[in-house]
């Protein structure tokens, strides 16, 4: 299961389920790339405001896989709203990589985090932050280009007005969200949708309802979470530092009944305890 692919509209092939790196520092995150790709991930995702790409790119390079097998995602930072800002911060996560192309890149945010979520949608900066994404992809910087938690009028935005569809767009999606709308209308468009935080940041993780139904496939909540993502289409990216977990949120080759899928869509998790400081978890990233 974990070696399965998804095609993008491109052509390009991406692994159906990622290793996320948020907050997973340098120091630790070289090791934890190691331990992943030893369970048998290849998809690891990062980003520039993770302040870790020079780690991935040592862990990638001493992680013992050939480049070509490893599927790299880093993110374009969401304060880049302008083409010189964004194509010099293109050019820069390469060299913090230490790789000569990207697999994907995607704009972190359609606003810049401390404005994230009001009133201006930055239009016309996305669309030169995006058309830069569009050269560097021309030049075979990029492999894919794509997007993060734009909602339907940021994506329709990118479709009207830029030249390469957008393969991904990856948005926070567990077991709670209120992102279906948001899924069907991205995949309508042939559009990727990639999960973050399928385990909901840990906050489903005492949710006797959804342990019930984890229990009744004999597979841990974890799993379950993320086995839920990829019944809705989408490519979930979970984290951990721990490679137990990392196996555990693998062990996904299982069916969720489509009377379960209906009840889990149902649900309702939007408390991420001290962690809805952080905008991607505060309730108005939930009116998708």
């Known amino acids: 299961m974990i070696d399965d ?7 390009t092939e991406m692994p159906c389920i990622g290793f996320g790196t948020w907050f997973l520092d340098d120091d630790v995150v ?24 020079k780690g991935v790119g040592i862990g990638i390079k001493e992680c013992g896989i050939p480049r070509d097998e490893i599927f790299l995602t880093t993110k374009l930072a969401a304060e880049y709203k302008d083409y010189d ?16 192309y990207i697999d994907l890149m995607i704009i972190h945010s359609p606003e810049p985090w401390d404005d994230f979520r009001n009133e201006d949608h930055y239009l016309n900066g996305n669309i030169e932050a995006y058309r830069a994404l569009e050269d560097a992809y021309k030049e075979g910087k990029l492999k894919a280009i794509g997007l993060s938690n734009f909602l339907k ?29 948001l899924i069907d209308y991205c995949q309508d468009n042939d559009i990727v949708v990639e999960a973050y935080s399928p385990i909901a940041h840990g906050a489903i993780l005492d949710n006797n309802e959804v342990q019930k139904i984890a ?9 379950l979470c ?11 990216i979970p984290k951990t530092g721990n490679i ?12 969720i009944s489509d009377e379960d899928m209906e009840y889990l869509k149902t649900l309702v998790v939007d408390d991420y305890g001290e962690d809805s400081m952080f905008p991607v978890f505060a309730g108005r990233n939930l009116k998708q």
Do not use: W
């Open 30 to 53: 070289v090791d934890a790339i190691k331990d992943a790709t030893s369970v048998g991930y290849r998809l690891i995702d990062t980003a520039e405001a993770y302040g870790n790409e």
């Open 244 to 255: 137990e977990h990392m196996k555990d949120n693998a062990d996904v080759d299982f069916k």
């Open 226 to 236: 993320v086995r839920y993502t990829m019944e809705l289409g989408c490519i979930p």
């Open 153 to 181: 009028e940021d994506v329709k935005n990118i479709l009207d007005n830029c030249e390469i569809k957008p393969q991904v767009n990856q948005i926070l999606c567990h077991i709670g969200t209120p992102s279906l709308d």
């Open 5 to 11: 692919k998804i095609t993008l509209n491109n052509g």
């Open 85 to 100: 800002s964004a194509s010099k911060a293109i050019d820069e996560s390469l060299e913090k990589l230490q790789v000569d």
């Open 215 to 223: 229990d009744k496939y004999n597979v841990s909540l974890p799993a």
